[in-house]
C-alpha cells in the first residue's frame, strides 16, 4: 500500500460480507505501541475507544484486562505511513469473515462476546 492513494470508499469485501452499520465519522486512531503492517492498517483489525484521550486503539484481545472496550472492526485497509490515521472507517455491525482476519485479536468466543452486532462466518 506504499505510494497508493485511496479514492472513494466503501467496504473490503474480501474481510467484510456485509455492512449494515457504519461508526459515524470515522475513527482517529492512535497507533501508539503498534506496528503497521506493510504501512497499513489491515481491514478486519479490532479497534476501541481508550476512555481517556477519545482517540481510537487497537485491541489485540479483548479478554485483556485493561484493553479498550471493542467497538468494531475497520473495514478497509488504511495507510498509516506520515501519520496518516485520522480516516478510519469502523464497522459496527454486518457480517465478517474470520479467515481474513488479522491475526492476534484473542479467540472467536472473545471477539463474539464484545462485538454481539457483528456476525463471525
Not at 16 to 38: F, R
Not at 74 to 95: F, H, K, M, Q
Amino acid at each position: 500500500m506504499l505510494g497508493v492513494k485511496r479514492e472513494g470508499g466503501s467496504f473490503q469485501p474480501l474481510v467484510w460480507e456485509n455492512v449494515v452499520d457504519t461508526l459515524p465519522g470515522g475513527l482517529i486512531l492512535d497507533l501508539t505501541g503498534y506496528t503497521p503492517v506493510n504501512g497499513v492498517v489491515p481491514a478486519g483489525t479490532m479497534v476501541g475507544k481508550d476512555p481517556a484521550t477519545g482517540l481510537g486503539k487497537i485491541v489485540g484481545d479483548p479478554a485483556v484486562v485493561g484493553a479498550p472496550t471493542p467497538i468494531g472492526y475497520t473495514i478497509r485497509d488504511t495507510p498509516a505511513e506520515e501519520g496518516n490515521t485520522l480516516v478510519n472507517g469502523v464497522g459496527i455491525s454486518g457480517t465478517i469473515r474470520e479467515a481474513a482476519l488479522p491475526t492476534g485479536q484473542g479467540t472467536l468466543a472473545a471477539r463474539v462476546a464484545a462485538l454481539p452486532r457483528i456476525t463471525h462466518v
